[in-house]
């Protein structure tokens, strides 16, 4: 079946604007989390959904940063008044459930974003 | 927040010789999993440990997890140049619905 699919691939933006990514976890998928990765970093959490709700976005670094999964499903990360330092690459990744324990995540091939 | 520290950062090896990662943490972790993530590509999960002293085996890779549940590692067994890559270990915190990583270790294998 289809594993965890990101769009884009990469984006490239101007200091200040306004981008949005995207990801669709694998279907059926209840828990869906975002992670930041710097180079030669290990992901860094941003957010966890469980369902539509945000159950845990302690990760996410200010307010520039935000996260949406309306249906259930897909979810998208905004990041507003982009900075340079938020170049990285931004992996999502889905779970069939999210209970007390981490279980194992499957993660999608992430986008590189680079703020110039 | 919770951390877990990962040694070594990098390692050559030669094709056939062992490669082991440490991965250690300050406090007792509820289980450990273990990632592997290929140049270029994402993280792709490997195992999960949850027992005390857990030992548990894929073909050549061992992973261990330590009797305190604050360490584990992983040995690779005559290494192959498929096993190129940065192996991460992850551990539950926070809410325990995230996982923290560690900084990885990254192998090459000269052939």
């Known amino acids: 079946g289809a594993g965890v699919s990101q769009t884009p691939s990469n984006k490239v933006t101007e200091k200040g604007k306004y981008v949005e990514l995207r990801c669709d976890p694998i279907?059926?998928?209840?828990?869906l989390y975002w992670y930041r990765q710097s180079l030669g970093q290990g992901p860094e959490f941003l957010i966890y959904?469980?369902?539509?709700?945000?159950?845990?976005d302690s990760g996410l670094p200010n307010d520039r940063f935000f996260a949406v999964r309306p249906e259930g499903s897909v979810s998208t990360l905004k990041i507003q008044r982009t900075e340079r330092g938020d170049s990285a690459v931004y992996l999502c990744?889905?779970?069939?459930?999210?209970?007390?324990?981490?279980?194992?995540?499957?993660f999608g091939p992430g986008t590189r974003l680079t703020v110039l | 927040g919770q951390q877990v520290m990962q040694i070594p950062q990098y390692q050559h090896v030669q094709e056939g010789e062992d490669f082991t990662t440490y991965c250690n943490s300050s406090t007792t972790l509820s289980n450990i999993q273990w990632y592997k993530q290929r140049p270029g590509g994402h993280p792709v999960f490997l195992i999960q440990?949850?027992?005390?002293?857990e030992v548990k085996k894929q073909k050549r890779l061992t992973f261990q997890f330590g009797e305190a549940k604050k360490n584990s590692s992983l040995h690779i067994t005559a290494t192959q140049t498929t096993d190129v890559g940065t192996y991460f270990c992850a551990a539950p915190s926070g809410s325990a619905r995230q996982l923290t990583f560690g900084s990885g270790t990254q192998l090459t294998v000269l052939p």
């Open positions: 440990l949850v027992k005390s002293g």
């Open positions: 959904f469980q369902g539509t709700g945000a159950a845990d």
């Open positions: 279907s059926g998928h209840t828990a």
């Open positions: 990744a889905s779970s069939p459930r999210g209970s007390g324990r981490a279980n194992e995540q499957f």
